[in-house]
């Protein structure tokens, strides 16, 4: 039941991932991307790690896309527009980028496919699952708490950066 | 679950195919960010399915999750700076088209 | 460094010449400093001739202990004296053998004799500059490289190994292009010390060319060595005469012979008492003093003396025919010296060694005395070389007038005069030779005849005749008792230098033979096994001297008669045989076959070479790389086309790139 369910999440992950390529305008995209976050957090749930499936709709459907629809919202960018306008850069022909992309998942299937037989069977999921809290806690505060300083270190810069950025320029000329 | 770990990765490796797709393709820069932000989620994919690799019941591996832990913080917070770029970009060339700011060639 | 042994003090001969040629140096540069700040300085180096002179006299009395040492050695045969400081190059050879060359001094009667000359005639000239040079801003370089070249000299003739001969070679070349260029401002004082070098290095090669194949013979290039080990049974022959004729290459580079000669008349831009000691009395006697000192070498072969004394005789015709047309009053005497060096080796190739020498001597004395005095005369005359402007200047310049008069007559071989027994010793020699040696005697008695006729229409006129100077700008005075003492000392030599080899007719011995003797006696033994006989009955050589003077009398009368009222006699030959006068007047033309055939190929040589090779290639390449580097930014920047999109693919290609060489790796 469980891998049937898998699948089908599977194929609305990319079903979304799609979406945002394809996508007219702006809000389409985000709305895409949205339904591909949450498919991936049931599939992250179904594996075992609950609190990193809440962290996921937390952060990234709750925050990080609403800043997202935020800034489109701001900037008037509702509207529908043309689909694809590849850049116009020389060089990077429509050709190249496929070509790359192609590479790039070619690659990485290949290197799946070349582990083969070092899956082996997945373990039994008990009612913990597989990221305890507590662990995690330990993990975070004690033996990677130097990363944790390091993250807070960037959350504050970016906040003061983001200030920064998008502070409305008032200069003597009164634009 | 038991799907066979091959079966997360391959998952993992079309986001991240699309997610390239989508940032080599697109003329507009927000949805180049989404692009990025799908990138790394197919990362956090594959990590949370190494860990469930290497776990033995009673013993969870904990670095998978701690690690997606980070990367959900550096990307939202990648995103935030992003976003205000765009912001100014469009404050000052009143576009999102990755095309519009072109000066420093050469 | 070797112990020098007893006779170390040898060694301050050359030694002393050397450290006044440093000192001098310094003062040079001291002035120089000075001048920075004042121009019209003249700094200390007055001090410089003091010191070079006193340098001189010093080498003169040490070089008068030397021969007075040997004189009291007995028999004649250990009349040597040697001393060695380093064992300089030692190269073991296969089968134990060892190739060793040291420096080292020998002094014998023939390196004595070398030694007196040229500190005697040295010291002269270098009292004579104190006056000559005064006033020049180089007054004291002058005096340094004068020195050094001393120093150089008596390296050459010291010198017990061929290796320290060729030291002292290289060194008179070296000061010898130094000091005709001393003028370099003027332009071609440069051009020809250039080419006196570039001529002298092609006699170098040879003399090289020749010290290896002794090398090969011997085994060594000690000299004492060379002489007591010479096979006299004739065997390795072949090797030896080719030795021999390439060291006489060399002579002929460094002695000015033909066909190396066109270098000494050019030299002549030079200062007149570089012109005097150089290019009259020493550096260019060094290829007569080598053949002398391998004396056994050459004489073993009969072929080489006869070539030498082939190009002895054409150079004295060359050079004395030459001479007839002369305007600049140096340039007779350049050619003299050429047609009278012809005439030392002429002396050399008939097995007379010690002739050769005795004229060397002489030569040196007139020689240097009739420089000496054209250059009195020149500076009496406010730098006018051109005698044609010239004239009745024995009223003006009365000492210089008696002492060039006396080495013109020692020159053009008035009898009983030194110039008088030199040549007509060689002469003898030739007569005696039989063959061959007929034709060079005929040539030697007709270049004789040249040289009385020239040397007296030069004494004409300079001295004689109409005065046709201009009276308003040039006032000929006699010049300072520091420039008329040298003359009158070098007049009385050339006088009296004859005693030193009178004729065995006159019942005397003679005395630079007997001197000569224990150098000479290897030469000497193998040309009487050749059979060279050389032996002329006391009628034959009273006869010979009999020509000799009538030749020389009337020749120089003829010369001067010519000559005495004017040189119209010059301007008529121009007129009514003027190929003759070009011919003559150019040396037979050899300097305009040396342009055509050597001069200008290699012109065109370094002209090909600097645009092929410098401007194509080295420029192509360097200029050709800062171009390519520049296409390839060109094509490279198109990259950077200021465009996101572009930027990202490119990121995209970059990261998977390592991606594969990380998973690679």
């Known amino acids: 039941m469980a891998e049937i369910l898998f699948y089908v999440l599977s194929a609305v992950a990319l079903l979304g991932a799609l979406g945002v390529i394809l996508a007219r305008s702006p809000m389409g995209s985000v709305l895409s991307l949205l339904g591909s976050f949450f498919a991936l957090a049931v599939i992250y749930l179904l ?129 | 679950m038991n799907v066979p770990s091959e079966h997360l990765f391959f998952l993992s490796s079309a986001l991240f195919a699309l997610g390239v797709l989508g940032f080599l393709v697109r003329r507009n820069v927000i949805v180049t960010l989404m692009s990025i932000e799908l990138m790394l989620n197919a990362a956090n994919l594959a990590f949370l399915a190494g860990s469930r690799l290497h776990s033995a019941p009673g013993r969870p591996d904990l670095q998978g999750p701690l690690f997606v832990i980070f990367v959900i913080t550096v990307a939202a917070v990648e995103a935030a700076v992003g976003l205000a770029l765009i912001i100014a970009l469009y404050r000052l060339k009143q576009s999102v088209e990755t095309d519009s700011a072109s000066e420093m060639k050469g | 460094m070797e112990n020098p042994g007893s006779h170390g003090w ?178 071609w004082p440069a051009e020809a010390g250039q080419k006196a070098f570039v001529m002298n290095r092609v006699g170098d090669a040879c003399f090289l060319i020749g010290t290896f194949l002794l090398v090969q013979a011997f085994g060594t290039l000690d000299v004492p060595t060379i002489v007591a080990n010479f096979p006299v049974d004739g065997s390795r022959q072949w090797q030896l005469t080719l030795a021999g004729l390439f060291l006489f290459g060399g002579c002929c580079g460094k002695s000015a012979q033909f066909p190396l000669f066109t270098w000494l008349p050019d030299a002549m831009a030079g200062p007149t008492p570089v012109s005097a000691l150089i290019h009259a ?8 003093y080598l053949v002398a000192r391998l004396n056994p070498l050459y004489a073993s072969s009969p072929g080489l003396l006869a070539l030498i004394a082939g190009v002895g005789a054409a150079t004295a015709l060359i050079g004395g025919s030459t001479a007839l047309v002369q305007r600049d009053i140096k340039k007779v005497l350049a050619y003299s010296t050429v047609s009278q060096l012809g005439y030392m080796f002429l002396g050399l190739g008939t097995g007379a060694f010690a002739a050769a020498i005795f004229h060397l001597v002489t030569h040196a004395f007139f020689k240097a005395l009739l420089f000496l005095g054209a250059g009195s005369v020149i500076h009496g005359m406010h730098e006018e070389q051109d005698v044609h402007r010239m004239g009745g200047l024995r009223r003006h310049m009365p000492r210089t007038f008696v002492t060039f008069v006396a080495g013109a007559a020692a020159l053009s071989g008035l009898p009983l005069l030194s110039g008088f027994f030199s040549k007509d010793e060689i002469l003898a020699n030739a007569f005696a030779g039989g063959g061959l040696y007929y034709v060079f005697w005929g040539v030697g008695l007709a270049t004789a005849a040249l040289t009385a006729f020239y040397t007296w229409r030069l004494v004409s006129l300079t001295f004689f005749g109409p005065e046709r100077f201009d009276h308003h700008h040039v ?185 594969v060489v990380w998973l690679w790796s």
Not at chain 3, 281 to 288: K, N
Request: glycine share 12%; with cysteine.
């Open chain 3, 281 to 288: 009395a020493t550096m260019v006697t060094s290829g007569i």
């Open chain 3, 475 to 659: 006032h000929p005075h006699e010049s300072p008792a520091v420039m008329t003492v040298p003359l009158m000392v070098l007049a009385l030599l050339s006088v009296a230098g004859g005693v030193l080899g009178l004729p065995p007719v006159f019942g005397v011995t003679h005395a630079l033979a007997d001197w000569l003797e224990p150098v000479i006696e290897p030469g000497r033994k193998i040309l009487e096994r050749h059979g060279h006989a050389g032996h002329l009955s006391h009628a034959a050589e009273w006869a010979l001297l009999g020509l000799g003077s009538a030749v020389a009398l009337f020749f120089a009368h003829r010369g001067y008669r010519a000559y005495a009222g004017g040189p119209e006699r010059d301007a008529a030959l121009e007129r009514g045989r003027p190929a003759l006068a070009g011919f003559l007047g150019g040396a037979w033309r050899f300097d305009a076959l040396y342009d055509a055939a050597v001069v200008r190929p290699l012109r065109l040589l370094a002209a090909a070479v600097a645009v092929v090779v410098d401007q194509f290639t080295i420029d192509g390449l360097v200029n050709g790389s800062a171009s390519a580097a520049r296409g390839a930014g060109a094509a490279l920047r198109r990259t950077a086309s200021g465009y996101v999109g572009g930027y990202a693919l490119w990121m995209g290609v970059g990261a998977l790139l390592i991606s």
């Open chain 3, 10 to 187: 040898l060694w301050w001969i050359p030694l002393l010449p050397l450290a006044g040629s440093a000192v001098a140096g310094a003062l040079h540069l001291c002035t120089l400093r000075a001048r920075k700040t004042d121009p019209a300085a003249r700094g200390p180096a007055a001090l410089a001739g003091l010191v070079a002179c006193a340098a001189l006299f010093g080498s003169l009395l040490l070089s008068l202990r030397g021969f007075q040492a040997l004189r009291e050695l007995e028999p004649e045969s250990a009349r040597t004296l040697l001393s060695t400081v380093w064992h300089w190059i030692t190269v073991p050879l296969p089968a134990g053998a060892s190739f060793q060359a040291d420096l080292g001094l020998l002094l014998d009667p023939l390196s004595s004799t070398m030694t007196l000359v040229v500190t005697g005639v040295g010291f002269l000239i270098h009292v004579y500059s104190l006056g000559y040079m005064k006033g020049d801003p180089g007054y004291a370089k002058f005096f340094a490289f004068l020195n050094l070249f001393v120093f150089a000299m008596l390296m050459l003739v010291l010198s017990s190994s061929l290796l320290g001969v060729f030291i002292g070679w290289e060194g008179v070349g070296l000061c010898s292009y130094l000091l005709i260029g001393f003028w370099y401002e003027k332009g």
């Open chain 1, 47 to 175: 594996a075992g790690f609950q609190f990193l499936a809440a962290a996921q709709i937390l952060v990234y459907a709750g925050a990080v896309l609403v800043l997202f629809l935020f800034v489109i919202m701001l900037l008037n960018l509702g509207q529908l527009g043309t689909r694809f306008q590849l850049s116009l850069a020389p060089l990077a022909g429509p050709r190249a980028r496929l070509a790359v992309t192609v590479a790039v998942a070619l690659g990485l299937v290949g290197l799946i496919v070349a582990q083969g037989a070092a899956f082996g069977a997945p373990p039994p999921v008990g009612d913990a699952g597989l990221d305890p809290l507590p662990e995690l806690a330990l993990g975070l505060f004690g033996r990677y708490s130097l990363p944790f300083q390091a993250i807070s270190l960037l959350l504050l810069a970016t906040m003061v950066a983001v200030v920064v950025l998008a502070k409305r320029q008032r200069k003597e000329d009164g634009r």
